[in-house]
Structure formats: C-alpha cells, structure tokens
C-alpha cells in the first residue's frame, strides 16, 4: 500500500510538473511584457511571425501631433529566433483610400514607425519585410474608434 501511494504521489508531481511547463511555455513566441503598447495583430507569414504594437501618443504628449501613432512590428524568424536586422515599410490606407507610406527603423528589437491614423474607421496595414534574401509581405485591417 504504502509503495503504491509513493508511485501515485510520484505521478501525480510529475504531471503537475509537465503539465507546469507546458502552459509557461504557451506563448514562448515572444515576450509580451517587452512591448509597448496594445497588440492589434499576430500572423504568420511563409513561417516567421510578426506581431503588431499600437501605441496612441496623444494620450501621453500633445493632442495636435501629426503623426501620434506609434506602431511597432516585432519578427521571428522559423527557429523562433528574434529578427535584429532588415528593412521594413508599411504601407497604411484609410477608408477614403489615402496612403501613408513610411520607412520602419530598428528599435527595441523591433521595426517602429510613426504614423497618421487620428480619423476614426477602417485603415489597411500592409508590411513589406526585406530580411537578407527572404522577403515577406504581410496584410490586414485595423479599425481606429
């Protein structure tokens, strides 16, 4: 009896453990408490993952900014290692079909750009990605209220 409730004490610890580790290991991906601000989107683009940080500047600094918002576009690459290098433009449209195109620069192990998205609606986000030999492009909606 007591070698039986030893095993099943042993068991039950070992899958506490696997089942500890499996959850902590959930969103592995990239850490989300190094972002700044709110995460408007997640792809997967030809297996490298990028995901989307919008921040709203006029909450912090002036309201009559040009361009108040801030997003910030974070890459791994298939090994799910972080992307430290390349070239990466957006492209952003607003429901009227005016475009904003704009350079991202390399910051806290990202590509940020700043752009103008103060009229409430829909507005595409297309990113171009230049990573060495490997080109991604990547496309979605995202509604300002």
């Known amino acids: 009896m007591k070698k039986t409730?030893?095993?099943?004490?042993?068991?039950?610890?070992?899958?506490?453990i696997?089942?500890?580790?499996?959850?902590?290991?959930?969103?592995?991906?990239?850490?989300?408490?190094?972002?700044?601000g709110e995460l408007i989107h997640k792809s997967t683009v030809d297996g490298y993952m990028l995901s989307y940080y919008l921040m709203d500047l006029r909450e912090q600094q002036?309201?009559?900014m040009d361009k108040p918002h801030h997003i910030m576009v974070y890459i791994m690459n298939k090994d799910h290692q972080k992307v430290l290098e390349g070239k990466v433009g957006f492209m952003i449209k607003d429901s009227?079909?005016?475009?904003?195109k704009i350079m991202a620069m390399f910051m806290s192990e990202g590509f940020g750009i700043t752009a103008d998205m103060k009229k409430q609606g829909i507005y595409t986000i297309i990113t171009k990605a230049v990573l060495g030999d490997v080109k991604l492009m990547?496309?979605?909606?995202?509604e300002m209220k």
């Open 5 to 16: 409730l030893i095993s099943l004490l042993t068991l039950m610890i070992a899958v506490l």
């Open 62 to 64: 002036k309201k009559d």
């Open 96 to 100: 009227e079909g005016n475009s904003q």
């Open 138 to 142: 990547d496309k979605f909606t995202y």
């Open 18 to 36: 696997i089942t500890g580790t499996a959850f902590s290991m959930e969103g592995h991906d990239m850490d989300e408490s190094e972002k700044v």
